[in-house]
């Protein structure tokens, strides 16, 4: 009924919590195809020893060729009725799919959505102790494809809607339409696979439980190291979006706010990036006043409306192009996330 599609790449022992959450699932209609995306010799030792140890897991080893890649191939191979994908390195909870198949299976819906808990340790060198943030909105059931046009910005504005694996899919609407992830792209997979699948759907359940948690390291993540091309992935981003709500006819006030106040968001990010190198002050400010002068940056400065403090703070800042205090205030920032992940991640999500 369910295939799981899991890309491991050099996790090492970590991978086992994740798949053994998955095979002690209270649904068992599921077949778990793990997808050795080139990883070490150890990763997949211990890949090849969890297929001896459960018989509803199955290995495939690949060369490496990125997440997008091996999910894809997971997909050609899966059997089930729908798809659900994990991370290696997250884990789920007990009943989880038995909720979930059993809202697709009662509603008769082509997605369902379910809440999630953002994992962030509390100590930096102590990654065991975890505070569990939850992300959910109240239950919905979408009936019809105006509905889902309705919905479609408060969805993606509460944070459901940026990551795959908390979503079961009907895997003959994905194969129907060669829905697939794109290879080759560092950033933004998960989302361009979920707008192109609900381009071709009309109905869907959003429930309030959470089940997911999304595991998050202190500097781990592709945010927590210095990428010289973080303006264009978040340009692209940028215009992605708002794109794909000009396709679907949304072209609402709302809308256009969301968009630019994402936009904006993410603008900051990629200011706080930057103390992730190995520039100099002078060099670190420079690069601001660049993104400052962005035209997207102008677009979103138009329409954005902040909502938190500390965004209405920085939405000044750069409307009166104050590069020093920005810089001030991104450096605090900066050290917070390295040494309060828990307190950053909170504040991140007031945004």
């Known amino acids: 009924m369910v295939s799981i599609i899991v890309p491991v790449y050099n996790t090492g022992g970590s991978i086992r919590k994740c798949i053994e959450s998955l095979i002690h699932q209270s649904y068992e209609e599921i077949e778990i195809l793990l997808i050795d995306d080139g990883s070490d010799f150890e990763t997949a030792a211990i890949c090849d020893s969890l297929e001896q140890e459960y018989g509803k897991l199955t290995v495939y080893h690949c060369k490496n060729q990125g997440v997008s890649a091996a999910r894809n191939y997971g997909i050609e191979r899966a059997r089930g009725k729908y798809i659900f994908f994990a991370d290696a390195d997250d884990y789920v909870e007990p009943k989880m799919l038995e909720v979930m198949v059993g809202i697709a299976e009662r509603s008769n819906v082509q997605l369902v959505i379910a809440g999630y808990y953002f994992d962030t340790p509390y100590l930096k060198r102590n990654n065991q102790i975890y505070e569990c943030i939850e992300q959910k909105v109240a239950t919905i059931k979408i009936e019809s494809k105006e509905q889902l046009k309705n919905e479609l910005v408060y969805l993606w504005d509460s944070s459901l809607m940026y990551n795959v694996w908390n979503k079961l899919f009907d895997l003959e609407i994905v194969r129907d339409h060669n829905i697939s992830f794109p290879?080759?792209?560092?950033?933004?997979?998960?989302?361009?696979?979920?707008?192109?699948?609900?381009?071709?759907?009309e109905t869907a359940f959003v429930t309030e439980e959470c089940f997911y948690h999304y595991i998050r390291e202190n500097d781990l993540g592709a945010t927590g190291i210095y990428r010289?091309?973080?303006?264009?992935?978040?340009?692209?981003?940028?215009h992605c979006l708002k794109e794909f709500f000009d396709d679907f006819g949304i072209y609402s006030v709302k809308a256009?706010?969301?968009?630019?106040?994402?936009?904006?968001d993410r603008i900051v990010g990629t200011v706080e990036n930057i103390f992730h190198s190995n520039m100099s002050n002078r060099e670190i400010k420079c690069k601001i006043q660049k993104i400052m002068d962005d035209d997207d940056t102008k677009y979103a400065m138009m329409y954005a409306k902040p909502k938190s403090k500390k965004m209405k703070v920085m939405y000044l800042m750069f409307r009166t192009h104050n590069v020093d205090i920005v810089y001030l205030i991104m450096k605090l920032i900066y050290l917070l996330r390295i040494k309060y992940p828990v307190l950053f991640y909170k504040l991140r999500q007031s945004r």
Request: charged share 45%; net charge negative; aromatic share 16%.
């Open 228 to 238: 010289s091309d973080m303006l264009a992935i978040r340009k692209e981003e940028f």
């Open 256 to 264: 256009r706010e969301y968009v630019s106040r994402e936009h904006f």
């Open 183 to 201: 290879v080759g792209k560092g950033f933004n997979e998960d989302r361009d696979f979920i707008r192109e699948y609900l381009k071709h759907i």
